[in-house]
């Protein structure tokens, strides 16, 4: 199957392009092609020097940074991941100088340029941002518990009775992982790291199930609760089917497969349905 290009979660390129004449909208060369006057450096300034800050193309409002940066005679240059367009390479020069906007995740490492200057891509929401401030849409709720679309329906049902939202879901969530009540697989993340759209799902993802466990049954419709238990729980191959996910609890709070049982399938001793 061919995967669409315009998907950011699909790319595996680290965004660094060594050719020495790729031209983004802050170099010289752009400008002088755009017919925009360059701005006027100062005394004893040189190109690549950030000026001061103007007429910002950035959407962003998360971090403000001089935008009237004009890039060196061929300068590095990286590839956002999302929209493929070039931006001036700064992630060294933000090591010294925080006040440089991010260019990069910091778990996957690949260079977005929403924070830097607003990404262009049609249907971006957003590609970099702090945790606690993605914009993950409408939809991230969608199979987001284990792709078992009918626990997910349960999990946006109970926060719809109670006028509750993924973001305050998020909120919420990120404070239990301050507090250490929720853990993540990544120990780095926290709700100021800067992540991309992909690597915030997934962290996302993490955070919703340890939510959801935490929902007293009493909570839930009767509907739910009363299901009989699925033997293997989250670790279930079939859960995805509707037939079975509706039938069987998918039972959060024990997890439904304890240690012995968990050490049982690694060894091959049962067989993992």
């Given at each position: ?169 998020l909120t919420e969530s990120l404070g239990a992982l ?55 729980g989250r670790n279930c191959r079939t859960q995805v ?33």
């Amino acid at each position: 199957m061919q995967r669409d290009s315009s998907d950011p979660c699909d790319t595996q390129s680290n965004g660094t392009n060594s050719q020495p004449y790729i031209v983004c909208r802050q170099c010289p060369e752009y400008r002088r092609q755009a017919g925009r006057p360059l701005p006027c450096p100062g005394p004893g300034s040189e190109p690549g020097a950030p000026q001061a800050p103007g007429d910002a193309p950035s959407t962003s409002a998360s971090i403000t940074t001089a935008q009237d940066y004009v890039c060196a005679l061929q300068g590095s240059h990286a590839i956002c991941t999302c929209c493929f367009q070039p931006m001036p390479d700064r992630r060294a020069e933000r090591e010294r100088d925080p006040r440089i906007a991010p260019q990069q995740c910091a778990i996957c490492l690949q260079p977005f340029c929403h924070l830097y200057w607003g990404c262009a891509r049609t249907g971006c929401l957003g590609c970099l941002a702090p945790f606690c401030e993605l914009n993950l849409g409408d939809r991230c709720l969608d199979g987001v518990l284990s792709n078992n679309n009918y626990e997910s329906d349960v999990l946006k049902n109970y926060l719809a009775t109670r006028g509750l939202t993924w973001k305050n879901m998020l909120t919420e969530s990120l404070g239990a992982l301050q507090r250490g009540a929720f853990l993540l697989s990544d120990y780095r993340i926290t709700g100021n790291t800067v992540l991309c759209y992909c690597c915030g799902l997934r962290s996302f993802r993490e955070l919703t199930y340890q939510y959801r466990q935490n929902i007293p049954a009493s909570e839930l419709p009767v509907a739910v609760t009363s299901r009989p238990d699925c033997y293997w729980g989250r670790n279930c191959r079939t859960q995805v089917k509707a037939h079975h996910a509706m039938n069987t609890i998918f039972n959060f709070v024990l997890l439904l497969i304890d240690s012995e049982k968990q050490r049982s399938v690694e060894e091959g001793l049962l067989p993992a349905f």
